[in-house]
């Protein structure tokens, strides 16, 4: 079959306006709309179309996590079981795999972070890109380099880095409450809305969150932290000006250690 150059032409100018618009990665032949919540009456007419559109049953995927999470007693064997771990929908949007940590799983301070980006997936390691390289610089003049273990309220990248749905957050949480329970840090960072939010379960805008100290404390077992949320780093690079409430919150984390500990 031969394709008109001017076919070429429209299908490269489509292309691009995709890929302008963030879209950069192709896993289904028709659009689907993945933010719609699938309500218990409209399960059975899920299942009987998953055949043509295959759905995570929440439920379910997220019972599975938190019988994975319980079962890890130790951080590797928590990142093996995220590694695993199919019941999250962004397995299979275009992730190249998965993203679980970086830092030292025996740290004080435990950092979250929003989801993987293009780097990150590449990668394998969360914050390694632009923003990252700005996270790093700010916990090297804080003084918190080798304090901090790094991980995001999802582990694999959102297509066209989008911010992940409350569900996706929701299914993987179990393993973040698990890290959080297995590191037991002195104090916790949450970077940008997106972490806030899914943490704290709250609707509150990061601006009016952001600076306060607030506590992190799970449903079961004993295991609670102060935890503070900050602006994400990705925001600091589209808005320089805003580095001085992000740099105020990292010395309040920064004081709050030394305080504790001295
Ligand atoms: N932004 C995030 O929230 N997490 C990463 O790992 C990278 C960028």
């Known amino acids: 079959m031969q394709t008109d150059a001017r076919d070429i032409a429209a299908i490269e100018s489509l292309l691009a306006f995709w890929s302008d618009a963030g879209v950069d990665a192709c896993y289904e032949d028709a659009p689907v709309d993945r933010t719609i919540v699938v309500t218990p009456a409209l399960k059975a007419v899920t299942r009987a179309t998953a055949s043509v559109m295959p759905v995570v049953d929440m ?33 299979g ?45 700010m916990l090297a003049a804080a003084g918190l380099t080798d304090q901090v273990f790094i991980t995001n309220t999802v582990f694999w990248r959102p ?39 899914s943490v704290l379960k709250t609707d509150e805008g990061i601006l009016r969150m952001r600076g306060q100290w ?23 690079l589209r808005q320089p000006q805003a580095k001085r409430e992000a740099w105020a919150d990292m010395l309040a984390l920064a004081d709050r250690l030394a305080r504790d500990s001295g």
């Open 59 to 91: 439920g379910d995927a997220t019972a599975d996590a938190r019988r994975l999470a319980a079962g890890a007693d130790t951080m590797e064997a928590l990142a093996a079981a995220v590694a695993d771990f199919k019941g999250c929908e962004l397995v």
């Open 214 to 236: 607030r506590e992190w404390r799970l449903a079961e077992g004993d295991v609670s932290a102060p935890v503070i949320a900050t602006l994400h780093p990705a925001f600091l």
């Open 93 to 137: 949007m275009g992730a190249r795999g998965c993203v679980f940590g970086r830092g030292d799983p025996k740290a004080p301070v435990l950092i979250i972070g929003e989801a993987p980006g293009a780097e990150e997936d590449a990668a394998g390691e969360p914050f390694v890109g632009r923003a990252g390289k700005l996270l790093d610089r």
């Open 159 to 197: 297509p066209g880095n989008r911010t992940p749905t409350p569900q996706e957050q929701a299914v993987c949480a179990p393993f973040v409450g698990r890290a959080f329970a297995l590191i037991r840090p002195r104090a916790v960072l949450l970077l940008g809305a997106a972490a806030a939010k």
